[in-house]
């Protein structure tokens, strides 16, 4: 059987996780579940990280220690991906014993073999961040990533030897097209860090206290950023007494990141993986920002949304719906309340919940609930649906290959628009009114048809979606369930849909729904 890993990239419990922060695990879900469809062994790794400056001082302010402070964030981590339905099979803490040995052990192993090396380290510091930058880097003497005020600080420390890795690094990306996604982000990678010539990474602080000590000299605490990356090895129990789990899945076959943290997961996470003689993840994934239209979500601009509250008032299925469907690849995302209003309104509304109801209702009032078998002969207009059909999915399946999931999203709501399409130009009620009994049979067998593949299609992204679609059309059997099942066109047999069919999505008033939403954003 053939295994897929993912990973997301594990969250700073810094405060509340918001829309767009949502949207790496949403994602790696959402991949997870279109491996299990292809019946394969799907696993997926999310997690929290929990060490640095700024957790210390996260906790101060609140009056808690440390570990109580990052206890009471993985709980609210937890409880926020079980809303929305994280089917993870690991959550790793870099808290966790099992973390916390394993990075000790290879910090050991990268000094005994040369990689790592003392020093003495200044440069600008951005304490959000955690990140040191050299003079050259700064934009306007800011943190290039958050736009923040840096300090100049000087340390003793270690560094690991950057440099030495970067040409096989370059002939990596070179001989390994697919290890990064989208193309674009490998060429910002070798231009912007790796030909103007790799620094060697500092990768120990001494100026706080809460993080993993180098065990051979414990006033140095380790760099979070390598305590972080190596979550990926740990959490499959690599370095320790049972890696099982590490010899099953590594290396990954999916690892997705924000475009804030690809430099981190393109140049250090490779290199450090050639230094354990390790192989390489297939393909790393780097995604866009949600923004809003007034630019990046902060508290101060008070235009921040949480997708709990969204997912409270309008189902988790929406708010999957609206991220994965806004994300194009070369460009942010831009949430906007009307924007998600009208995604409701026509894509989930008009388009899936009405070619429901009113297939359902036609197979109710013209065949009793009794879905007709199929006579194996398609007219020309049906030819052409099933040829729409299956061309579609071929898209589809194109585009998921390519991790283009806005654009696979669109493929299926083109099948959608065409099989509204097909009810119109097909005019059942007309074949029923001039008792043409053989077309009208053809034309709910097909539109049950499509209604199964376009549920199979989406049940990765909308997994309560999709189930009740396939309950309301009487799909019983976990055969008619399957992505192996998408292409086949005559196998429904004694299918009977529900009596009455509740619409899945019902129309919002845009006044009221986007006043609502800007006030959640004012909350
Ligand atoms: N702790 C690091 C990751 C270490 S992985 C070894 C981190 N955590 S984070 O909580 O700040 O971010 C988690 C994920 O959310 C990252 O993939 C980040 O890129 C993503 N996003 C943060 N803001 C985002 C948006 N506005 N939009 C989309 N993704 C966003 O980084």
């Known amino acids: 059987m053939n295994k897929f890993y993912v990973t997301t990239p594990i969250y700073y419990p810094s405060g509340k996780f918001h829309i767009g922060t949502a949207y790496t695990t949403v994602l790696a879900d959402s991949m997870k579940r279109l491996h299990l469809l292809k019946g394969e062994d799907a696993y997926m790794l999310t997690g929290t990280d929990e060490h640095g400056q700024k957790i210390e001082e996260k906790a101060k302010e609140q009056g808690k220690t440390p570990q109580e402070y990052v206890d009471g964030m993985a709980a609210y981590a937890k409880d926020l991906w079980a809303k929305m339905k994280i089917d993870y099979d690991d959550f790793i803490r870099t808290t966790d014993e099992r973390h916390v040995k394993v990075v000790q052990k290879i910090f050991d192993r990268f000094m005994e073999q040369g990689d790592i090396y003392k020093g003495e380290y200044e440069g600008w510091y951005c304490v959000p961040c955690e990140s040191y930058f050299t003079e050259t880097q700064l934009v306007d003497g800011k943190c290039p990533d958050c736009g923040r005020e840096v300090k100049l600080m000087k340390e003793e420390a270690y560094f690991f030897n950057m440099k030495k890795y970067a ?61 972080a990356l190596t979550n990926y090895l740990t959490a499959l129990g690599y370095g ?13 076959d999916l690892q997705i990141v924000g475009k804030d943290i690809a430099r981190f997961h393109l140049i250090y996470w490779p290199i450090f993986l050639m230094a354990l003689d390790l192989p390489l993840p297939k393909t ?31 189902g988790l299925d929406s708010v999957r719906y609206f991220l994965l469907r806004e994300m194009p690849v070369t460009q942010d995302a831009i949430f906007s309340p009307e924007s998600f209003v009208e995604r409701y309104n026509f894509d989930l509304c008009n388009d899936l919940s009405n070619l429901l109801n009113r297939t359902v209702s036609m197979v109710n009032k013209y065949f009793e609930g ?22 579609q999915i071929d898209a589809f399946e194109k585009k998921m290959e390519n991790y283009e999931i806005a654009n696979a999203l669109q493929e299926i709501w083109t099948l959608i628009s065409r099989t509204n399409k097909y009810i119109d130009e097909t005019m059942p009620w007309s074949l029923a009114k001039e008792d043409n009994k053989e077309k009208l049979e053809s034309v709910m067998y097909h539109l049950i048809e499509n209604l199964r593949k376009i549920a199979i299609l989406i049940k990765p992204f909308m997994n309560d979606t999709a189930d009740n679609i ?25 299918i009977k849909v529900i009596e009455k069919g509740e619409p899945i999505f019902m129309r919002l008033n845009p006044e009221e729904e986007v006043e609502y939403i800007k006030n959640l954003m004012k909350k």
Request: glycine share 6%.
């Open 240 to 252: 320790s007494d049972d890696d099982s789990l590490f010899k099953k899945y590594w290396p990954a």
């Open 370 to 391: 009794n879905v007709p078998s199929y006579n194996g002969t398609p007219n020309d207009v049906d030819k052409e649906l099933e040829e729409f059909c299956v061309q």
């Open 284 to 314: 790393i994934l780097v995604h866009n920002w949600v923004t809003m239209k007034d630019g990046k979500m902060s508290k101060s601009k008070g235009n921040v949304i949480y997708p709990d509250d969204l997912v409270e008032k309008y």
């Open 167 to 227: 040409d096989r690094l370059l002939k990596y990306y070179e001989e390994h097209p697919d290890f990064i996604k989208p193309e674009f982000r490998k060429n910002e990678m070798i231009n912007n860090f790796i030909k103007p010539g790799l620094e060697d990474l500092c990768v120990t602080r001494t100026t706080f206290d809460w993080g993993i000590k180098v065990l051979k000299d414990p006033k140095h605490v380790i760099y979070v950023w390598v305590d």
């Open 470 to 494: 396939l309950r309301q059309i009487g799909i019983k059997d976990k055969e008619l369930k399957t992505g192996d099942s998408l292409k086949q066109y005559d196998g429904l047999k004694d």
